[in-house]
């Protein structure tokens, strides 16, 4: 508490020290005016350019509803907010730009910046644009846009902003190269409502991370733990396989979690060193597998007595348990390749292996009822 008000006095004393530099009135006393009249629940004030943005978002339905504030380079000039789905900075960034049109109303064209000479307007972008408006008042732009996000549950996203001088027709033209115009982006938190400048982060050594990350989860959840379940399912109907089929079953599920755990832990770092998007629903998947396999490790420890009576309450749920994680765990391997986009030789291949597994389990599955009718008849006789 008393931190904070030191910290907004410090600001108010030193912002009545420094000369104004840009006009863009901070977050806190913007008000939208005009036919707009919005409000927005989050808003920032940029480190770049003077810009700030304003925005609210529904994730249930990723739409977002965003006001950029920015004053042009010159009066002539554009200004412009980006996504970055694919990496930071310009090149691949998703963009709005807001600039006078040619019959001298404000207008508002959408980019998808392959590269670092702009191409053409295009509606073909990562995200659906739904509405988009803008306004010139003061010396300062405002682009408003509603935007639909191609996923559920994205939460970050890397952004970018940018300020130019002159506009040709319907294309703004280069922008300067000052310090402030290469800093214009960063993280932001669509959810929390925060911003973050953009973090240094190493490509080789990322791409190297993604795919352990990968290979161990694929290797625990995907495999392993479903193979481990079919050990267990199908081995212990053969008298001949008792005990084996309960040591086998028990180290294959502890390495796999043990695998799992690694695997987890990979993805943890990732997504705190992800510069670009979160992947909420694979994250949560991700947790709450972590936690069912913790379960199932301290339900081994706590496993009843074959005759106890609560056995037959721990065999439910160990079942249930152990079944939630072979779905959970293969959904899960599905989302990772949807995101990290492997070849697609890695996913076919994942789909040949798990449907063998699939196939031979089909096949136990049958076998196993021979045995157990055979064995029935056998007692009744
Ligand atoms: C804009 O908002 C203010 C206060 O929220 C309200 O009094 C005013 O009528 C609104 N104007 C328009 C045009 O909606
Ligand atoms: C943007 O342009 C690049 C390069 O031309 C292309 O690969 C990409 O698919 C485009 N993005 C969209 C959403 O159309
Ligand atoms: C786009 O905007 C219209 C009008 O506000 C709204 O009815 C529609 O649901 C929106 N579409 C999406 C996908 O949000």
């Known amino acids: 508490m008393a931190s904070s008000l030191l910290r907004a006095l410090l600001f108010l004393s030193l912002s009545s020290l420094l000369p104004p530099s840009h006009p863009t009135p901070p977050c806190s006393s913007h008000q939208f005016s005009g036919t707009a009249n919005k409000t927005y629940p989050f808003c920032v004030d940029l480190p770049a350019l003077g810009a700030s943005l304003h ?3 529904d994730s249930a339905r990723s739409a977002l509803s965003l006001a950029f504030v920015a004053p042009p380079a010159q009066p002539k000039g554009w200004i412009s907010w980006a996504i970055n789905p694919s990496g930071s900075g310009m090149r691949g960034s998703q963009a709005l730009a807001a600039f006078m049109g040619a ?3 404000m207008t508002v064209r959408t980019f998808n910046v392959s590269d670092y000479a702009l191409e ?19 010396g300062v732009m405002t682009l408003f846009a ?17 300020v130019g001088s002159e506009v040709e027709g319907e294309m703004p033209l280069e922008h300067g190269l000052g310090p402030d115009n290469l800093m214009a982006k960063g993280r932001l938190d669509l959810v929390r409502g925060t911003a973050a400048a953009a973090g240094a982060g190493g490509g080789d050594g990322r791409s190297r991370k993604r795919n352990i990350h990968g290979l161990l989860n694929v290797i625990s959840w995907g495999f392993m733990f479903p193979a481990g379940i079919v050990i267990a399912r199908y081995l212990r109907v053969f008298p001949s396989a008792n005990p084996a089929w309960f040591y086998l079953h028990v180290s294959c599920q502890v390495s796999a979690y043990a ?9 943890l770092k990732l997504g705190g060193e992800s510069e670009g998007i979160t992947h909420s629903f694979h994250r949560n998947i991700g947790f709450t597998l972590f936690g069912l396999a913790t379960l199932q490790m301290f339900a081994l420890v706590l496993r009843p007595s074959k005759d106890h009576k609560y056995r037959s309450y721990w065999n439910v749920y160990h079942h249930v348990i152990g079944y939630t994680i072979i ?9 990772g390749f949807n995101i990290l986009k492997p070849q697609e030789k890695w996913r076919t291949t994942y789909i040949v292996v798990i449907a063998v597994l699939g196939g031979i389990a089909i096949l136990l599955e049958a076998i196993t009822w021979i045995i157990v009718l055979r064995r029935k008849k056998q007692t009744r006789k």
Do not use: C, M
């Not at 053409?120 to 010139?136: G, H, I, K, S």
């Not at 509603?146 to 940018?162: C, D, F, M, S, Y």
């Not at 799992?260 to 832990?265: E, I, L, M, Q, Y």
């Open 120 to 138: 053409e307007p295009t509606d073909a972008l990562w995200f659906t644009v739904n509405e988009t408006a803008a306004e010139y008042s003061g």
């Open 327 to 335: 779905a959970l765990g293969i959904t899960n391997v599905f989302k």
């Open 55 to 57: 925005w609210a978002y």
């Open 146 to 162: 509603r935007l639909v996000l191609p996923e559920k549950g994205i939460a970050v996203v890397n952004h970018v902003w940018q």
């Open 259 to 267: 695998i799992g755990v690694a695997g987890w832990g990979t993805g």
């Open 103 to 105: 019959g001298g109303g």
